[in-house]
């Protein structure tokens, strides 16, 4: 991979557009071949469920996975042989006696996600992939390709046609991959994905200067919907409205990866004249929540059961926040269950007018992190790409000083070499050019007034115009 990443960072622009088209043709492939159609016509038909097909639906596949991680997966047959759990009760279990299954944590998907955590009988063509790591050392997950078609077509019939559009609609992404190697970078900011007609822009390369080229990559392949990072597509079209450009009416917004505000919402609307669509979901992919046509949040069944829990692990209330524990209906190579995924929610008792028999929830309680600011005003919040590939690291937070320092805590299992401090301090020069970067070990990181674990934080105030 590096070689060929190597030949796309010296190649023109119209062979890294090449490059990324046969990329996306195998994504294509995988995603959209072998059992997708099925699949996506079953989850069709599935929305019409009453809320008594559901809770028998949930349970069916609830009993299913059990079984079978207790059959065939080592971590499971040790852990639910350590809480006295039998074949028997497993085969009876209902949603409602979760509680008597262990949960799964994170670091124990870390440790074990790439071994006692995997079935001893698997799909075939598994793939690893792996979370952002944002805040430390990412989760690896296995998907074989029917398991991504499994995912995928309750991703485009319950997120994407819920919408409006479809994986073929042409659209606009904003994502981690770096299309462009260095953080200075020359014009055009975006690359085209033709099998996939999306056009991927850069998401650190945003700032007012740079506005009009990210909206001549719009206009140029007719771009119908935006999709990606909610902050870095919130922060484009402030520019463009801020710059006075005028920007194509899409049909639809659809933000992931970080919390959706009301500020966001309204910006969106203002600039591209179109709703907002938020929704959640992961790599571990076993948990989904979207936005229908009324504005309500929806829990999608198929994809696994999901409790809302408190520090006990006791139900909390409608509209009272606690955290997510999915249970996985998808992914039989590597079932996580009662996992604890690191989101919060707030439920909502109140049904939906769209009349569908799921689950509403009313807020997302994502986190919200602060802006980095560059010194030719670009704005970015995501800086995982830093961390990758550094599994010493268990958790870090980026701090900006000012527009010339950047402090980044690290906690790790041991001292870090010098090669990996060096490749570190590279990797955020390149997002934002020369800035002095100071990397601090330390025990712990504290969390926020709220309590809440903030990745990135800047001390740093952006500049509004007028």
Request: hydrophobic letters at 35%; charged letters at 20%; glycine letters at 8%.
């Amino acid at each position: 991979m590096a070689f060929y990443e190597k030949i796309y960072q010296h190649s023109p622009v119209f062979l890294q557009n090449l490059v990324i088209s046969a990329y996306g043709y195998g994504w294509k492939k995988r995603r959209f071949g072998g059992i997708f159609n099925r699949e996506f016509a079953q989850a069709k038909e599935r929305e019409s469920f009453s809320l008594q097909q559901w809770q028998h639906y949930q349970q069916q596949h609830l009993q299913k996975i059990l079984l079978h991680a207790a059959e065939q997966v080592p971590f499971y047959k040790q852990s639910f042989a350590s809480h006295g759990i039998n074949i028997r009760q497993l085969a009876d279990i209902t949603p409602g006696d979760m509680a008597k299954l262990p949960v799964l944590l994170k670091d124990d998907l870390r440790k074990y996600g790439t071994n006692t955590l995997l079935a001893g009988q698997k799909e075939v063509g598994g793939q690893f992939f792996s979370s952002s790591g944002s805040t430390g050392t990412p989760v690896k997950i296995l998907y074989s390709p029917a398991m991504h078609q499994r995912w995928f077509a309750l991703f485009e019939a319950r997120i994407r046609n819920w919408a409006g559009v479809t994986s073929f609609t042409p659209r606009g992404m904003i994502g981690g991959r770096r299309i462009l190697p260095g953080a200075e970078g020359k014009p055009p900011f975006y690359r085209y994905n033709f099998f996939e007609k999306q056009v991927y822009f850069s998401a650190y390369h945003i700032n007012a200067a740079n506005a009009n080229n990210y909206l001549q990559g719009m206009l140029k392949h007719n771009v119908e919907y935006m999709t990606g990072y909610a902050m870095s597509n919130f922060f484009l079209a402030r520019f463009l409205m801020e710059e006075g450009l005028e920007a194509p009416q899409l049909k639809a917004v659809l933000p992931s990866s970080e919390k959706l505000t009301p500020e966001m919402r309204d910006v969106f609307s203002k600039v591209y004249g179109c709703k907002t669509y938020d929704s959640w979901g992961s790599v571990e992919a076993c948990g989904m929540i979207s936005e229908c046509s009324n504005g309500s949040l929806h829990i999608q069944p198929e994809a696994g059961l999901l409790e809302v829990l408190d520090e006990e692990l006791q139900p909390v209330p409608a509209g009272q926040s606690g955290d997510v524990y999915c249970t996985g209906f998808l992914n039989y190579d590597q079932p996580l269950i009662r996992y604890k995924i690191g989101d919060r929610v707030i439920l909502s008792n109140k049904p939906c007018p769209c009349g569908r028999a799921m689950p509403v929830v009313e807020e997302i309680c994502g986190r919200i992190e602060d802006t980095i600011i560059g010194k030719d005003g670009r704005e970015m919040v995501r800086f995982h790409s830093i961390f990758y590939g550094l599994e010493n690291i268990k958790q870090a937070q980026v701090i900006q000083e000012s527009l010339d320092a950047i402090t980044v805590k690290l906690v790790t299992e041991k001292p870090l070499s010098p090669q990996e401090e060096a490749l570190i301090t590279v990797r955020i020069q390149s997002q934002l050019g020369s800035i002095d970067t100071r990397l601090e070990r330390v025990a712990a990181i504290p969390l926020n007034r709220n309590g809440k674990f903030q990745a990135v934080v800047s001390l740093v105030k952006r500049q509004d115009k007028g």
